[in-house]
């Protein structure tokens, strides 16, 4: 297979080039059983798709994404991309980490959420990376920012390109279609079997969406587990039906000929009461299920997203249809740090007076 086609432009060769993506990616992401893991559960087939390498200079699953909604950016001759999320938000490192690569700046907007060192350390990452960084205490006062920011930048002579949280829309979901098209190449050249339920986290929902559809459209029996992750307008399931739909009709503009699947709210099982007190709030179970991974099978996962996953998982080990069934934790957090490709990080003194509030409060315990 050509390594440098998708998986999806190898189903619909109508697809190749189209829409615009910039490569960021190293795909397929590997996937390996958790033995160690899987043992300590009882669950008799556990796997993990590994797209926490899914790029050189960051992974998780926002590079994914950042491919197409970059190359829509550059497509349109934009100089510079806008995007939002909490002070310590990965959609908004990897957006400006994989934006930097073309020559776009980046401009993030930025809200409060609960503050650890791992959070201050995404700071730093944004700013050593050249993001703009603005900040406010409340949606209404973010919006307000943005659209100042976004007047001063026609001043200038051009609007931003808008990405929107997390990346979730119809446009940067296609890259958990193709992600699903992925599995299914991988499951054909039996490198795992295919699996009969996928546990991924849910914030802004794109991923699990992408998921959804392209499990269907590409003939994976897989149910997903979407393990949802936060309480700031957490996407329902008629949501996710919606936006992955609408992923769909984006690829059909391409390729016609692609048969017509319809996704509905009972495609997708959302599973509750892993949130804890607020989305990045480190939960008691999430630490156990970080450090029960990375003792057993030296993955690294942190506790806003993927070890509430994982907590979610492990519990659900204790019944029947999990215990005997072929089960994939997808993996997306980054174990790559940005650190080593952008030197030493500034003091925070060097951002903007607004964010030094988040280095001298205490933090949270991870």
Same mark, same amino acid.
């Given at each position: 297979?050509?390594?440098? /086609?998708?998986?999806?432009e190898? $189903?619909f060769?109508?697809l190749?080039?189209?829409?615009p993506?910039?490569?960021f990616?190293?795909?397929?992401?590997?996937?390996?059983?958790?033995?160690? *893991?899987? @043992?300590? *559960?009882?669950?008799?087939?556990?796997?993990?798709?590994?797209?926490? &390498?899914?790029?050189?200079?960051?992974?998780?699953?926002?590079?994914r994404?950042? &491919?197409?909604?970059?190359?829509?950016?550059?497509?349109?001759?934009? @100089?510079?991309?806008?995007?939002?999320?909490?002070?310590?938000t990965?959609?908004? /490192?990897?957006?400006?980490l994989?934006?930097?690569? %073309?020559?776009?700046?980046?401009?993030l907007?930025?809200?409060?959420?609960?503050l650890?060192?791992?959070?201050?350390?995404?700071l730093l990452?944004? =700013?050593?990376?050249?993001?703009? /960084?603005?900040y406010a205490?409340?949606?209404?006062?973010?919006?307000v920012?943005?659209?100042r920011?976004?007047g001063?930048?026609?001043?200038?002579?051009?609007l931003?390109?808008?990405?929107?949280?997390?990346?979730?829309?119809?446009?940067?979901?296609?890259? =958990?279609?193709?992600?699903?098209?992925?599995l299914?190449?991988?499951?054909?050249?039996?490198?795992?079997?295919?699996? &009969?339920?996928?546990? %991924?986290?849910?914030?802004?929902?794109?991923?699990?969406?992408?998921?959804?559809?392209?499990?269907?459209?590409?003939? *994976?029996r897989?149910?997903?587990?979407? %393990?949802?992750?936060?309480? *700031?307008?957490?996407?329902?399931?008629e949501?996710?039906?919606? /936006?992955?739909?609408?992923?769909?009709? %984006?690829?059909?503009?391409?390729?016609?000929?692609?048969?017509?699947?319809?996704?509905?709210?009972?495609?997708?099982?959302?599973?509750?009461? =892993?949130?804890?007190?607020?989305?990045?709030?480190p939960?008691?179970?999430?630490?156990?299920?970080?450090?029960?991974?990375?003792?057993?099978?030296?993955?690294?996962?942190?506790?806003?997203?993927?070890?509430?996953?994982?907590?979610?998982?492990i519990?659900?080990?204790?019944?029947?249809?999990? @215990?005997q069934? $072929?089960?994939?934790?997808?993996?997306?957090?980054?174990?790559?740090?940005?650190?080593v490709?952008?030197?030493?990080?500034?003091?925070?003194?060097?951002?903007?007076?607004?964010?030094?509030?988040?280095?001298?409060?205490?933090v949270?315990?991870v």
């Amino acid at each position: 297979m050509s390594a440098d /086609l998708l998986a999806i432009e190898r $189903r619909f060769p109508a697809l190749r080039g189209r829409p615009p993506r910039v490569p960021f990616t190293n795909l397929p992401t590997r996937v390996h059983p958790l033995q160690r *893991l899987g @043992r300590e *559960l009882g669950i008799a087939q556990l796997w993990v798709k590994r797209d926490d &390498e899914s790029a050189a200079f960051y992974g998780g699953n926002k590079p994914r994404k950042l &491919e197409f909604l970059l190359g829509e950016a550059r497509a349109e001759g934009k @100089r510079s991309v806008l995007t939002f999320g909490g002070i310590g938000t990965h959609h908004g /490192l990897a957006t400006t980490l994989c934006a930097r690569t %073309v020559g776009l700046r980046t401009i993030l907007l930025l809200l409060k959420q609960p503050l650890t060192e791992h959070v201050r350390r995404c700071l730093l990452l944004d =700013y050593a990376a050249g993001a703009e /960084l603005h900040y406010a205490s409340t949606v209404a006062g973010l919006t307000v920012r943005g659209l100042r920011v976004c007047g001063r930048e026609l001043l200038r002579g051009q609007l931003p390109h808008i990405i929107p949280t997390g990346g979730s829309s119809p446009l940067g979901t296609l890259g =958990y279609v193709n992600a699903a098209f992925e599995l299914q190449e991988q499951v054909a050249a039996a490198e795992l079997p295919e699996p &009969e339920w996928i546990f %991924v986290p849910v914030g802004s929902g794109g991923t699990v969406a992408g998921l959804v559809a392209g499990a269907k459209l590409a003939g *994976l029996r897989a149910r997903i587990a979407g %393990v949802l992750v936060t309480d *700031l307008f957490p996407p329902t399931a008629e949501r996710l039906a919606g /936006l992955a739909n609408k992923s769909l009709g %984006v690829l059909r503009r391409y390729a016609p000929e692609m048969e017509t699947v319809r996704i509905v709210a009972d495609d997708f099982r959302v599973v509750s009461g =892993y949130v804890g007190a607020g989305y990045g709030t480190p939960t008691a179970p999430a630490r156990r299920a970080r450090d029960l991974m990375a003792e057993l099978e030296g993955i690294t996962l942190e506790t806003t997203y993927t070890a509430k996953c994982l907590a979610a998982m492990i519990d659900a080990a204790a019944a029947p249809e999990y @215990r005997q069934a $072929r089960v994939l934790f997808w993996n997306t957090f980054s174990s790559v740090d940005p650190a080593v490709h952008l030197g030493p990080l500034p003091d925070y003194h060097a951002l903007p007076r607004p964010f030094h509030q988040f280095f001298t409060a205490p933090v949270e315990p991870v």
